[in-house]
C-alpha cells in the first residue's frame, strides 16, 4: 500500500455541517480534495492506497480517519461527499483502535505518531524545500509513509517526529502548492516509474 | 495568459443549489475543482491564468463562465465557495458578449467555438492518448489554450472543432485521470520550464 498522512491542525474533531467545510469544520475541505487526490483516478479508485487524516481542531483532538482504497464504498469525488464520510466517522466513539464507520473507513483516538508506529515504514516527508523528486528514481513507493501539512504545514514537534525516524524530504516542483496538488504530482511520479 | 477550457456536458445554465454540485447542479463539481487547480497555489493565486468552463446542460445551453485570474475577487479554494461565484455569474442575464457578475468572473452566451475565435491561439487538447507531455519540450505556453473534457470527455463534434484549428494532442501521464488532476500536471510542467 501507498500510505498517505495528513494532518489537519485546525479541523474539528466532533460532528459539523456540511455546508461550512472551510470554516466551522476548521478547513475540512483541505482534507477532502487530499483524500479525493489520493484515492481517485478516472472511472476507478486506487485500490493500493492508504489515506490517513490526523484532526486536531476542538473538542477532542486528536483523532485520526482511516480512508482505505482497498475497502472504501459511498465515496464520489466531490467536497461534500467525503466530508459525509468523515463526518460519520466523527460521530462514532473513538477509541485507542480503530472502529469502521462506513466500509473502508474507519476512526481512532491518537495523533501522527500512532501512524508512525503502527505502519513502520519509511517516511517520505513533502516539503517545499525537500530534494526534487525527479531528481530521484522514484520506485518501490509501494511501502512509504507520505506525511503532508496543511495550508500551516508541520508544527516542529510533528517535524521532530519525523526527523527520529528513517525518513526523506521531497518537493514535487518549484512553487509552493497545495497538499492536493503535491499528491497528485507524487502520483503521476509513481505511476510513471511503474509503467514506463 | 495561460487559458484552460473545460466542457461541462451536463452542468446546467441556471441558477442551481450549493448543496447537491453532482446531482442536481449536473456535475458542478468537476468544473469547480478545474478552476482550483488552474488558479490557486499555496498561499496565492496564479495572475496569468484564464479559466473558461462551458455549460451544456438545462434550460439555457450552451454558456460560458470566465474566471479571470488577473481579477479574480472572493475565490476560495473549495468547490462551494468556487461554485456560488458560478451560480451568481448564471443569474446574469447572458449575452453574446462577456457581462461580469463579480470580480474576476463573467458570463456569456456560446460554445466552445466562441472561445477558440475569440482567443486565435494554438491549442493543445488533453486526451488519455496524446503524445506524452514529458516527450516535448514544454516551454513558451504562455499564449495557449489547453481544452479538457469533463467525466464524458469530448464529443465528436468537439474533436471536430479542434482538428480544424492549429492543435496539438497531449497526454500527461500512463492512467486516465480525473481533469483536475491534469491540470495540476500540467502547471507543474510549464512550472518546470520557467523555472528550472
Known amino acids: 500500500m501507498k500510505n498517505f498522512l495528513i494532518v489537519g491542525h485546525k479541523a474539528v474533531t466532533e460532528t459539523f455541517s456540511l455546508n461550512d467545510l472551510p470554516g466551522a469544520a476548521g478547513r475540512m475541505d483541505i482534507l477532502c480534495r487530499c ?4 484515492l481517485f483516478l478516472s472511472h476507478d479508485l486506487r485500490r493500493d492506497v492508504c489515506v490517513f487524516i490526523v484532526l486536531k481542531g476542538e473538542p477532542s483532538s486528536p483523532k485520526i480517519v482511516r480512508f482505505d ?3 472504501v464504498r459511498y465515496l464520489s469525488p466531490d467536497e461534500r461527499s467525503c466530508a459525509s464520510l468523515i ?3 466523527l ?3 473513538a477509541q485507542d483502535f480503530w472502529t469502521e464507520s462506513t466500509a473502508g473507513v474507519s476512526v481512532r ?3 501522527m505518531e500512532a501512524i508512525i508506529k503502527e505502519l513502520e515504514m519509511k517516511i517520505t516527508y513533502l516539503r517545499e524545500d ?3 523528486i525527479r531528481a530521484k528514481i ?6 512509504r509513509l507520505f506525511v503532508l501539512g496543511d495550508h500551516l504545514g508541520l508544527t516542529e514537534v510533528e517535524e521532530k517526529m519525523i526527523s527520529e525516524c528513517e525518513h526523506e524530504t521531497i518537493s514535487v516542483g518549484p ?5 492536493d496538488h503535491c499528491i497528485v504530482l507524487l502520483h503521476n511520479e509513481m505511476d510513471r516509474g511503474k509503467h514506463i
Do not use: W
Open 35 to 38: 483524500i479525493n487526490a489520493a
Open 69 to 71: 482504497g482497498s475497502m
Open 87 to 89: 463526518k460519520k466517522a
Open 91 to 93: 460521530e462514532k466513539k
Open 109 to 111: 483516538k491518537g495523533d
Open 130 to 132: 525537500g530534494e526534487d
Open 138 to 143: 522514484f520506485e518501490g513507493y509501494s511501502n
Open 175 to 179: 512553487l509552493s502548492l497545495h497538499a
